[in-house]
């Protein structure tokens, strides 16, 4: 298939956490990027949530995996420890 491409064919793979006060905006800027999508009337992201993106630079494949946290101290503290075992 044409422009098929198999989840680990990758050149680089970069993990992103955004980190911030609840509702100053981590999740539209997760779906802006991922699916160039932006929602005024979003809701709170409860727990953890990701996407991906796959971008050509120079010729070589890069996959951002982008995690959004919910921006509860607690919450993120305890699902940073877990992201950072990936």
Do not use: C, H, P
């Amino acid at each position: 298939m044409a422009g098929y491409r198999a989840d680990d064919d990758y050149d680089y793979l970069f993990k992103v956490v955004l980190i911030g006060d609840s509702g100053v905006g981590k999740s539209n800027l997760l779906s802006r990027f991922t699916k160039n999508e932006f929602n005024l009337e979003s809701k709170s992201t409860i727990g953890v949530e990701f996407a991906t993106r796959t971008l050509n630079v120079d010729s070589k494949v890069i996959k951002a995996q982008i995690w959004d946290t919910a921006g509860q101290e607690s919450i993120v503290d305890r699902d940073l420890l877990l992201l950072l075992k990936l």
